[in-house]
């Protein structure tokens, strides 16, 4: 059953995957995507990175359409850039791909997303002494092992993304008091046991 096309969700292929799979710019995307605009010296300060870096990476993803100019935002020479799209779809047949540097981007994607997300939750372990405490009843690091065939993973894990896309709709904006972005992480993969 093919995806549904969202234009605010960016179908990755064989050529943007390779303009992406890199953890700098992995990195300088989620910033943009999550953070909004900024400049590279912005983005060089809060990644710990240097301008220069930050500079090149960046005119990669707009070679690539992940980011584009925010002219609206620009003061002089000051270059601000935003992303293109909300969302990023990884296609499975990139692991099948005829070219080993497109499988290998694609594994790179893939640990690198593990890695970001582990990076995230830690950082909320690391700071949620200092959100008040109705956040602090409401978060979740929880696990469950099923024994499951291949299509009841897939029916599950299609039915955990349906759940919080109906959230979408309901979900509070920036304006509202007491909001802030969650982030909702799933994982679902077979266990090797011995």
Do not use: C
Request: zero cysteines; proline letters at 5%; charged letters at 30%.
């Amino acid at each position: 059953m093919p995806e549904p096309q969202d234009p605010e969700v960016r179908n990755l292929d064989a050529r943007s995957l390779r303009g992406l799979a890199h953890p700098l710019r992995m990195q300088l995307l989620d910033a943009l995507r999550f953070g909004g605009p900024a400049t590279a010296s912005q983005l060089a300060g809060q990644l710990g990175e240097s301008s220069g870096a930050t500079s090149y990476h960046l005119r990669q993803l707009a070679a690539h359409g992940f980011i584009e100019d925010a002219p609206e935002r620009g003061k002089g020479r000051e270059r601000w850039w935003k992303a293109v799209h909300k969302g990023l779809r990884f296609d499975d047949a990139l692991f099948t791909d005829a070219a080993p540097d497109v499988r290998g981007a694609a594994d790179t994607y893939l640990h690198e997303v593990a890695t970001a997300q582990t990076r995230d939750l830690s950082t909320w372990l690391g700071n949620r002494q200092s959100w008040p405490e109705e956040w602090n009843r409401t978060w979740d690091m929880s696990s469950a092992t099923l024994r499951l065939t291949p299509e009841l993973t897939r029916e599950l894990v299609e039915k955990m993304h349906a759940l919080v896309d109906t959230y979408r709709d309901r979900a509070a904006g920036e304006d509202e008091a007491d909001t802030a972005q969650v982030r909702i992480q799933t994982r679902a993969f077979p266990l090797t046991t011995e």
